[in-house]
């Protein structure tokens, strides 16, 4: 019988020698594989490095507070109140009969809202904002963020966030 050579690729590829067509593919999926280890890697350096940052700074360098007393709740009535809670500025009013508290900083750009009006309005790009932080009109992807509220004796106390659907 007579031996064939084993295909090889026209182009040299591999450093001036011809590569066959299985050293094309191991040398493709080997590519592929360490491509797909390079991206969870530094998926994994992210993680362990957002581990080691300290408890007390949010992914946007501002400083996070535990439960703070912002006065007592006949300092609040039905028109909004700015208040300072660490980095951040709060309004606290009570709205339905309810001390309710949500973030001055606009979801889109964090420009500071203003209240007028019977509703927040923000300066950067003309979007509101309903008392119950509900967003109106404007490029902001949801309402303003709700700020954790509870009340100890008469002292209002304020905490951690969550969005204001």
């Not at 007579?2 to 001036?16: F, Y």
Request: glycine share 10%; proline share 7%.
């Amino acid at each position: 019988m007579k031996e064939t050579a084993p295909k090889t690729c026209p182009v040299a590829l591999d450093g001036g020698e011809n590569i066959t067509r299985r050293n094309f593919i191991l040398k493709a999926l080997l590519g592929v594989l360490g491509t797909t280890l390079a991206v969870n890697g530094a998926y994994f350096f992210a993680t362990v490095f957002d581990f080691l940052r300290p408890p007390g700074i949010d992914l946007e360098g501002r400083t996070k507070l535990g439960w703070i007393a912002v006065g007592s709740t006949k300092n609040y009535t039905e028109e909004p109140k700015k208040v300072d809670y660490g980095d951040e500025i709060v309004y606290v009013y009570y709205h339905k009969k309810k001390l309710v508290a949500f973030s001055a900083a606009c979801p889109h750009v964090r420009c500071i809202v203003k209240y007028e009006s019977g509703k927040f309005a923000c300066p950067c790009h003309a979007a509101s904002f309903s008392l119950d932080g509900k967003k109106i009109t404007g490029p902001p992807p949801r309402g303003l963020y709700e700020q954790k509220l509870k009340i100890q004796g008469s002292s209002v106390m304020l905490g951690g966030g969550t969005p204001a659907a």
